[in-house]
């Protein structure tokens, strides 16, 4: 009878505690995970990412725009009205702002010509071609003042000769197409005026206006002219021309990279300047709710330590006192009498102080 009371008392007893144990480790890795300082530190990553995903969206956008004003326009093209009836042929026509001062500029003219027997009689003609500044002068005295010429150049150009017989061949495979209309009996004439000149600082070192005029023995008939002006890329505007991808990767890579870490110095700096403000309570209770669940391992096992050397102690005393045998089973009943009488005083004591 005494022993099944035993049993059921020291059950009663130990089975709370090792439930309480078993909870605590159970719950110890989520405590860590949902701390104050696990919750700082996901926040912070999750700032760093908005941070880091803005930060390369904003390099993009950097690097286009600082390719469509580092890299100039390409390809610049004029179509020039000529002027007839009054000496040689001749036209202006006004430039768009577009040209970079030190970049090289391939210019030519091109011409589209009927082979007429005039034409063909009037043999080699000259080009000339004349870019021209904005006047110097303003006001009412710029309407008199002529434009100031920046670049000129005079250059020889002629026809293509070809043999009757080669002649009257070519129109007649092309017959086909000039009777449709999909082509027209031309030649087309470019010729080179001027190669890789460049324009000094300054707005008006820049052309704003050309001029130009076939000069020739006799009349000519003349279709188009058109004034082409091209870039040629040299250094970095040629490696980032010919190659926009790569170009683009290494460069926003540049722009991000430097941005991240300016960024970063920042956040650090004033992080830093944040917790230094912070007063040393806060910062205390912050470190003892970390270590809370630590503590209370400890306290418990210690508990069960102390509980179990009062127990020892209780049976030495009873064995002291009773020794001999008959009374012995008598004092296994008051040794388990007192003792968990004891362990009831000595845990509710320990619960208290804890």
Same mark, same amino acid.
């Given at each position: ?24 480790? =159970? ?38 725009? =600082?390719? %469509? ?14 002027? =007839? ?46 870019? %021209? ?78 001029? %130009? ?19 040629? =890329? ?99 009943? %008051? ?20």
């Amino acid at each position: 009878m005494a022993d099944s009371e035993y049993t059921d008392d020291e059950m009663d007893y130990e089975s709370p505690s090792s439930q309480a144990i078993v909870f605590d480790a =159970f719950l110890a890795p989520f405590r860590a995970l949902f701390s104050r300082t696990a919750l700082r530190i996901y926040l912070n990553i999750f700032l760093f990412t908005i941070a880091t995903l803005a930060l390369l969206g904003v390099s993009g956008i950097a690097y286009a725009i =600082f390719y %469509l004003r580092f890299i100039p326009t390409v390809g610049i093209d004029q179509n020039v009205h000529l002027q =007839f009836g009054d000496g040689h042929p001749w036209g202006t026509v006004s430039i768009e702002p577009d040209f970079v001062h030190s970049q090289p500029y391939d210019v030519a003219v091109v011409l589209e010509v009927p082979p007429t027997p005039s034409n063909l009689d009037v043999g080699n003609f000259m080009v000339d071609l004349t870019l %021209l500044a904005p006047p110097s002068g303003s006001g009412l005295a710029a309407v008199s003042n002529k434009p100031n010429p920046i670049h000129h150049s005079r250059r020889p150009a002629i026809l293509t000769y070809t043999s009757p017989l080669v002649d009257v061949a070519r129109r007649v495979l092309r017959l086909p197409l000039y009777m449709v209309g999909w082509q027209r009996e031309a030649q087309i004439l470019e010729v080179p005026m001027m190669e890789k000149i460049e324009f000094r600082r300054g707005t008006r070192n820049l052309p704003q206006s050309l001029r %130009l005029e076939l000069q020739s023995d006799g009349k000519m008939q003349i279709y188009s002219v058109q004034v082409e002006f091209r870039a040629r =890329f040299t250094g970095m505007r040629w490696f980032m021309y010919r190659w926009k991808i790569m170009s683009f990767m290494i460069f926003s890579s540049m722009f991000w990279t430097i941005s991240l870490g300016s960024a970063s110095l920042t956040w650090f700096i004033v992080s830093s300047i944040w917790q230094s403000g912070t007063p040393k309570e806060e910062l205390k209770e912050d470190s003892d709710d970390d270590l809370k669940n630590d503590t209370e391992t400890e306290e418990t096992s210690s508990l069960d330590e102390v509980v179990k050397v009062k127990d020892e102690e209780v049976d030495t005393k009873l064995l002291q006192s009773y020794p001999e045998t008959g009374i012995e089973a008598v004092g296994s009943g %008051l040794e388990s009498a007192e003792g968990r009488g004891i362990q009831k005083r000595r845990m509710h004591s320990l619960e208290e102080d804890q």
